[in-house]
């Protein structure tokens, strides 16, 4: 892709409101851009970020047996009343009434529609487990909606549903998805990340699991041991800073602010016996089955990327969710050949093509973040300068070696 024709071009300054790091640097960068508070778009290089992310996590649900599919946002109330939630959940839920009368919500979660969707199929316990998800648009009303993608008010949720002829099933299943999530966020780029006990808020009464990522400007607070992998949020943490792990008793316990970028539910039969789903086991008796529930919010995942990978100069993307393989910094003529050959080997490269100064392509360039800087001047010759985003090294290869080295 040329530079000249991608829309938009980076900007010097952050807007005035943008408090946030990941908010400064994806608006300079042209990644997203401010609808109104809490309202995101992602830009092409920004939405480029983001499909890596999903296809990393699609590609880890699918392992775990899970099916694709797709749910509206726009619900009817009855649905909502069913679990009381249209009344429990008012805070967060976008209400409103059309213009004949009828109450609607826009999705906030889709506990409820997979509930009723269930219902209308299960049967037997020959149709268990189920294990359904999405990736779509979730509609909260935040009271804070200031920490840029981390916080929208709408924002991109992939949620995982799984239904089981009994706990132990669902167990079973849960921890296999715990495995996946890790897997996906290590594959993502997120190199600190704790598996954290958390109360489950209007979901359940239950311990659930969270998935933070230590950062200085998390808006969460939780407690680790510095030995093995025992870790609570503030909400349920009875101690204190520095005692002895309670799980191992080796290590000590220490605190960090973090940013949770997914969470596990084990709901149980709490919604299956508010929506009336049952099936018939092996004797032909009538069971509750039980559920569970599995979130990731790819777009605070991107976001979250930026507020732990960045410099003073721009974000430092991970190899894996890059918006491109490579950038390509052009500052004579041939450069245009060098790109069209990078392109035919298969390297995803961004060409900064423009006439502008070679201090302002360099300058782009750290700002974007894209992991492999190359560049192609006077005085490279007939070879390629090569330097990775996050080094100062510099070596001096042969095109086919910077392809073999990238792909
Ligand atoms: P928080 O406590 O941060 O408000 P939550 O616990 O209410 O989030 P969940 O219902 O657990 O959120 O949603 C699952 C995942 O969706 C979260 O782990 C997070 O990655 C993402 N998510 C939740 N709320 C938002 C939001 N307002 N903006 C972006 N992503 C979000
Ligand atoms: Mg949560």
Redesign the pocket.
């Known amino acids: 892709m040329k530079y000249s024709q991608l829309f938009p071009k980076t900007q010097r300054e952050a807007p005035k409101e943008a408090e946030s790091i990941n908010h400064q640097l994806l608006v300079r960068g042209g990644f997203v851009g401010q609808l109104m508070s ?1 309202s995101w778009t992602f830009l092409p290089l920004g939405f480029r970020v983001l499909q890596k992310v999903t296809q990393i996590i699609r590609e880890e649900m699918n392992t775990t047996g899970a099916q694709e599919m797709l749910m509206p946002l726009l619900h009817p109330k009855e649905i909502w009343n069913e679990t009381g939630r249209w009344d429990t959940a008012r805070e967060v839920m976008y209400q409103f009434k059309d213009t004949r009368g009828r109450e609607f919500a826009l999705s906030f ?1 889709h506990e409820e529609i997979v509930m009723d969707e269930v219902r209308k199929h299960l049967r037997s316990y020959k149709d268990l487990p189920i294990k359904i998800y999405h990736f779509s648009t ?1 509609f ?1 009303n ?1 009271p804070r ?1 200031k920490s840029g ?5 709408e ?1 991109l ?1 992939k ?1 995982l549903y799984s239904v089981h002829v009994d706990e132990e099933d669902m167990y079973r299943y849960y921890w296999r998805v715990k495995d996946a999530y890790m897997r996906a966020f290590k594959r993502i780029g997120f190199e600190d990340i704790k598996l954290t006990e958390a109360s489950g ?1 209007v ?1 359940t009464d239950k311990h659930t699991h ?2 933070q990522v230590l950062a200085e400007s998390g ?2 607070t939780i407690y680790y041991c510095n030995e093995c992998d025992w870790s609570q949020n503030k909400e349920i943490f009875d101690g204190l800073v520095g005692q002895d792990c309670p799980e191992c008793g080796k290590g000590k316990i220490w605190q960090a602010h973090s940013i ?4 596990i539910f084990p709901l149980g039969t709490r919604y299956s016996e508010k929506m009336g789903v049952f099936y018939t086991d092996e004797q032909g008796e009538r069971k509750i089955p039980y559920f569970a529930s599995y ?3 790819p ?3 991107v976001g979250t990327l930026v507020e732990v990978s960045h410099d003073d100069k721009g974000i430092v993307w991970p190899k894996s969710v890059a918006p491109f393989d490579a950038h390509l910094i052009g500052l004579s003529g041939n450069a245009l050949e060098v790109y069209t050959k990078l392109k035919e080997a298969g390297v995803d490269v961004l060409f900064d093509d423009r006439e502008v100064s070679a201090g302002e392509k360099f300058a782009d360039c750290d700002l974007i973040g894209i992991p492999v800087r190359l560049v192609v001047s006077e005085k490279t010759g007939d070879r390629l300068e090569w330097k990775l985003r996050n080094s100062e090294d510099k070596e001096l290869l042969t095109l086919e070696q910077a392809v073999n080295k990238l792909l």
Request: aromatic share 10%; proline share 0%.
């Open positions: 809490g979660t979730k909260r935040e909606a993608v981390l916080r929208g008010r924002f949720m949620d808020g979901f969270e998935f808006e969460d949770e970028v997914g969470n979130g990731i919010g777009s605070r995942v």
